[in-house]
């Protein structure tokens, strides 16, 4: 079986736990959106099943077009794109949505800025990324993660901002639990922190590796638990410090 990045989000069964999560952002969203939408990180694409027939037209930018990606419906457009900067014109759509991807992109600042330029005047930027306190050890594909304080402070060119989180029950804490004492298992080996230092370009293959072989091994070890984590065990809920994603609508 090819390895999967932890770049994007995977559709593997071993990626269950975190894919149901990420699911929910768009089924949240799809209740919210209207009219034309961007959003910004297609990925493999699962989302625009999910938010394409609730718009008048939807656009869908990614650095790269994922081999995932097929015939996509009449009212969606696929753009290749790094950002920031946005190429858009200013007051262009009604909604931005944009999950788990803002911690990817070095010029953060930036970039909401320029969410904030494509909006229309009362549009609404839904966006999610990982809550920092939740994180087991650190992903080299992220440069960086959020507490709900340095997210908060994003958004202020906006005139509103409902800070919401993703939390789980106690089906996704078992796993939780479970991966966080498999990792830390693997980590004891790092008797240097290296993790922590070292430049994230050296550490993202080793991290894909050992990613894929623990979540694989849970797995095995766990098949009624990782596959049964449904979207219905996650849940909306105001911003805390045990909410695995931070999750916020910024209207503009």
Same mark, same amino acid.
């Given at each position: 079986?090819?390895l999967?990045t932890?770049?994007?989000?995977?559709r593997?069964?071993?990626d269950?736990?975190?894919?149901?999560?990420?699911?929910?952002?768009y089924?949240?969203?799809?209740?919210?959106?209207?009219?034309?939408?961007?959003?910004?990180?297609t =990925?493999? =694409?699962?989302?625009?099943?999910?938010?394409?027939?609730?718009?008048?037209?939807?656009?869908t930018?990614?650095k790269?077009?994922?081999e %995932?990606? =097929?015939?996509?419906p009449?009212?969606?457009?696929?753009?290749?794109?790094?950002?920031?900067?946005?190429?858009?014109d200013?007051?262009?759509?009604?909604?931005?949505?944009?999950?788990?991807?803002?911690e990817h992109?070095?010029? %953060?600042?930036e970039?909401?800025?320029?969410?904030?330029?494509?909006?229309?005047? =009362?549009?609404k930027?839904?966006?999610?990324?990982?809550?920092r306190?939740?994180?087991?050890t650190?992903?080299?594909?992220?440069?960086?993660?959020?507490?709900?304080?340095?997210?908060?402070?994003?958004?202020?060119?906006?005139?509103?901002?409902?800070?919401?989180g993703?939390?789980?029950?106690?089906?996704?804490?078992?796993?939780?639990?479970?991966?966080?004492?498999?990792?830390?298992?693997?980590?004891?080996f %790092?008797?240097?922190?290296m993790?922590?230092?070292?430049?994230r370009?050296?550490?993202?293959?080793?991290? %894909?590796?050992?990613?894929?072989?623990?979540?694989?091994r849970?797995?095995?070890?766990?098949?009624?638990?990782?596959?049964?984590?449904?979207?219905s065990?996650?849940?909306?809920?105001?911003?805390h410090?045990?909410?695995?994603?931070?999750?916020y609508?910024?209207?503009?």
């Amino acid at each position: 079986m090819a390895l999967k990045t932890a770049e994007r989000v995977s559709r593997e069964v071993s990626d269950n736990y975190v894919f149901q999560r990420s699911h929910l952002a768009y089924v949240e969203a799809s209740k919210l959106v209207s009219g034309e939408v961007l959003e910004i990180g297609t =990925g493999t =694409g699962y989302g625009v099943d999910i938010i394409a027939p609730c718009v008048e037209r939807f656009v869908t930018i990614d650095k790269t077009r994922s081999e %995932d990606l =097929g015939i996509m419906p009449e009212n969606v457009t696929f753009k290749e794109a790094c950002v920031p900067p946005l190429p858009f014109d200013d007051d262009s759509f009604d909604y931005v949505v944009s999950f788990q991807v803002i911690e990817h992109i070095r010029k %953060d600042r930036e970039f909401v800025k320029e969410v904030h330029r494509v909006l229309k005047p =009362g549009g609404k930027f839904i966006v999610s990324t990982p809550n920092r306190p939740m994180s087991i050890t650190r992903n080299p594909w992220h440069v960086r993660e959020y507490s709900i304080v340095e997210f908060s402070k994003l958004f202020d060119g906006f005139t509103k901002v409902e800070a919401l989180g993703v939390e789980g029950n106690e089906r996704v804490w078992e796993y939780y639990t479970k991966n966080r004492e498999s990792v830390n298992r693997i980590m004891r080996f %790092d008797i240097l922190r290296m993790q922590w230092w070292l430049p994230r370009w050296i550490l993202q293959i080793p991290y %894909d590796i050992l990613n894929r072989i623990n979540r694989r091994r849970l797995h095995n070890q766990n098949r009624e638990l990782t596959e049964g984590i449904a979207m219905s065990d996650y849940a909306i809920t105001a911003a805390h410090e045990g909410c695995f994603d931070l999750f916020y609508i910024a209207t503009k």
